[in-house]
């Protein structure tokens, strides 16, 4: 029987596996029936479908595996094309969609003045329906990614285009002088914009940085960071990694912890009461 070829995003929701957008990839649960898999170690490329676990290095490719048809030339292109627009977003930057809609709702109670701040947009196309849009911008405010947060419960809940840019910390710190507060989503940094905090930066995970990046807000005028990442197990463990990372660059940190909250969900007696201890 003929079979319709299937791209890797239908065939992961066909089978009801979580993924999550990195980079390149989605990262889901690892496919090997005799790795028993918590947190998901598995790396599947965005397009061809090549998997690997980098936990028990299970390696193949997804429609192999799921006895689906792959349409190789449809990959081709778009490989090719993702690769034109990440190159485009690298030197000239990009520009929004066409046809893009400012966001004027008030969706997590965040004001539509701070959604406009942060030009957030709606639009048709594939990559940012259902979704609320944001450009990401570099210190020389080139657009080099756009990413869309789904507002029902769409998956992936965020997603960049184009996948596999490298994110800078955002936004880009500029007037901010001394301190700042370091947080992981970009929800996270909005809420805390809304609410008074607007020297908040996000890093878009809490392993995107690196030692360049940190010398870089070290040579921007900012000596002190507060991190701010989530109140569970991993995000504190994170928080850890990150401020031996900043001690190396020469940077003070001071670390922001509520339990079982994270920044994107406090309120606004919460954060007048953080930006008193913080900042007096
Ligand atoms: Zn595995």
Redesign the pocket.
């Known amino acids: 029987m003929w079979k319709k070829p299937m791209d890797v995003e239908t065939l992961l929701r066909d089978r009801d596996i979580y993924f999550i957008p990195k980079g390149n990839d989605f990262v889901i649960r690892?496919l090997?029936p005799h790795?028993e898999?918590k947190n998901p170690?598995?790396r599947v490329h965005q397009i061809t479908g090549i998997f690997n676990?980098f936990?028990?290095?299970?390696k193949g490719n997804l429609f192999h595996h799921f006895g689906e048809k792959a349409n190789y030339l449809q990959q081709r292109r778009i490989l090719f094309k993702t690769k034109i627009i990440q190159k485009r977003s690298e030197s000239v930057g990009l520009s929004f969609p066409q046809n893009s809609l400012p966001y004027i709702g008030n969706w997590r109670n965040i004001k539509p003045e701070t959604y406009k701040k942060f030009e957030a947009f709606q639009h048709s196309g594939i990559d940012y329906i259902g979704r609320i849009n944001f450009p990401i911008r570099d210190i020389s405010d080139k657009i080099v990614a756009f990413q869309g947060r789904h507002t029902a419960d769409g998956r992936p809940k965020y997603k960049f285009t184009p996948p596999g840019i490298k994110l800078p910390f955002f936004p880009v710190v500029k007037t901010i002088k001394g301190s700042i507060i370091l947080v992981e989503g970009i929800f996270d940094m909005i809420n805390l914009h809304d609410k008074g905090l607007t020297n908040t930066v996000c890093c878009f995970g809490t392993k995107n940085y690196s030692e360049t990046k940190l010398a870089l807000l070290r040579a921007q005028g900012i000596e002190n960071i507060n991190i701010f990442f989530d109140g569970d197990e991993a995000g504190q463990k994170a928080a850890e990694a990150l401020t031996t990372t900043c001690e190396k660059v020469g940077l003070i940190t001071q670390n922001i912890y509520f339990k079982n909250t994270d920044p994107g969900a406090l309120t606004q007696p919460s954060i007048d009461k953080l930006k008193e201890k913080l900042y007096g």
């Open positions: 690892c090997n790795h898999d170690s598995m676990c936990s028990c290095e299970y």
